[in-house]
């Protein structure tokens, strides 16, 4: 084994699938970490980096494919970091998944025999995403481009249209590029930290179709944008809003703190559980609306509720969970980082007319303390939707010291749910019912899971 090194080509059978997305096959006793690759594939690597116990390789060739490797939907597919698995049958992606789910409860969480349901496949495969935020960019010949970043690099891949967002983007994403390059507005440069324009991004109501464009820059003065606003009103007759979001810093988030309304509103309208939602611009909301849905109601079915439960919701958003709940529910506590989005929370609450809910702004490990001496009639259930790194340990304490009945754990990342379920399960005594994933990111390794505990 000598020759282990950086250059070495190797015929590899790939025989799994990483949660990050990579093919994985075995050299002798060495792991291989192989992108763009299938299950099944017989396949010639070449070595990118070589360690003492495992190796990442590039893929120089398909010796055979797979029986799950397809024709994937985009031309880019390869190239783009957009979506990883469009070369895999949508079986082989749903089965992964559920394995992906099933390991990390028991290799993080340590569960013996988790009680995983059978994952909920999304009846689009395509064209779901109602939400896309494009980079920024333009060509060695001076052309604008949006798109995403080429797969472990910040070398843009320039689309006219995605095939996993939803179709009525498409046209905006094509012309926009061209509008903005006419009007000569500048082109963020992250390198020397000059220019303007950073993204693009693009939201649309699946229900409703009413469609939200916003630039992002680093300074609001971009010349003629009002006039260009009002084209683009015109030419896009769904499009309800024209924004832009403000970011000077130097940084890796997308949108910055202000949003300013060039034309129309600044927010579009969304039917999502028979309720009538505002979304901004920069609101966090499920790109899968339907499959987001569908969750929501296997979350209402297995909490059965009577109408006589006190609920907080935890990291509430906009109020996408809370307001379906305080429909069953004595009463909802909204807890939310975001001062912004709790006004846009209680905004959906007055549009829809439902007033046993609340809503507080903070930080979610500092609230959840306070919880019990607010409602003094107790809490019955703890819903919980973290950002993807999970819950800080302040809000697993909190948790444990306010020991609800039940405990809904919805989550976008099966590593960090086992290793917060292990917390609650070891530390506070509940015991984990039901833990169900569901495919809210087709042609990608991610998988939304939604865990049940009771105490």
Not at 354 to 366: K, L, P, S, T, Y
Not at 431 to 451: G, M, S
Request: aromatic share 6%; proline share 6%; hydrophobic share 40%.
């Amino acid at each position: 084994m000598d020759d282990w090194q950086q250059g070495l080509t190797l015929d590899l059978t790939i025989t799994d699938l990483t949660s990050s997305g990579d093919g994985l096959g075995r050299h002798q006793d060495r792991v291989v970490f192989v992108p763009n690759t299938v299950p099944g594939d017989r396949v010639q690597v070449r070595l990118v980096q070589a360690k003492p116990s495992f190796g990442r390789a590039q893929l120089r060739q398909v010796l055979s494919p797979s029986p799950d490797r397809v024709r994937p939907a985009c031309i880019v597919a390869d190239k783009c970091g957009g979506c990883q698995w469009q070369a895999i049958s949508y079986p082989a992606q749903l089965a992964a998944k559920q394995q992906q789910v099933i390991d990390a409860l028991g290799r993080i969480g340590q569960i013996d025999q988790p009680p995983v349901a059978a994952i909920l496949p999304a009846e689009a495969t395509l064209g779901y995403r109602n939400k896309a935020t494009y980079p920024l960019g333009r060509s060695p010949e001076g052309q604008v481009r949006a798109g995403y970043f080429r797969q472990g690099s910040h070398r843009l891949v320039n689309l006219n249209r995605c095939p996993v967002q939803d179709s009525r983007l498409d046209p905006l994403l094509a012309e926009v590029k061209q509008d903005i390059q006419e009007r000569g507005w500048s082109i963020y440069n992250e390198d020397r930290h000059q220019g303007r324009l950073r993204h693009l991004a693009l939201r649309v109501g699946r229900r409703t179709g009413e469609q939200l464009l916003t630039l992002v820059s680093t300074a609001p003065n971009l010349k003629d944008i009002e006039l260009q606003a009002q084209v683009w009103q015109e030419r896009y007759p769904q499009l309800v809003g024209v924004c832009v979001n403000l970011n000077p810093a130097k940084t890796n988030a997308i949108f910055g703190s202000e949003t300013l309304v060039i034309e129309g509103r600044p927010y579009l309208e969304e039917l999502f559980a028979d309720l009538r939602f505002r979304i901004h611009a920069t609101s966090f909301f499920q790109v899968n609306t339907e499959q987001a849905e569908t969750l929501l109601g296997v979350i209402l079915g297995e909490l059965a509720l009577t109408g006589g439960e006190t609920i907080v919701d935890a990291y509430c958003g906009v109020g996408a969970l809370t307001l379906p709940l305080a429909q069953g529910a004595k009463r909802v506590l909204g807890l939310e980082l975001q001062a912004e989005a709790v006004e846009q929370a209680l905004a959906n609450a007055g549009l829809n007319h439902i007033d046993n809910v609340a809503f507080q702004a903070g930080e979610v490990g500092a609230l959840l303390p306070q919880v019990s001496d607010q409602l003094s009639d107790g809490v019955d259930i703890v819903v919980l939707d973290p950002p993807r790194k999970g819950c800080d340990r302040p809000v697993l304490d909190a948790l444990l010291a306010l020991h609800p009945a039940r405990i809904v754990y919805m989550s976008c990342d099966p590593a960090t749910l086992a290793r917060d379920l292990k917390i609650l399960i070891t530390e506070g005594g509940y015991h984990l019912t039901r833990v169900q994933p569901a495919d809210f990111f087709p042609q990608t390794p991610h998988v939304e899971c939604v865990a049940f505990l009771v105490a």
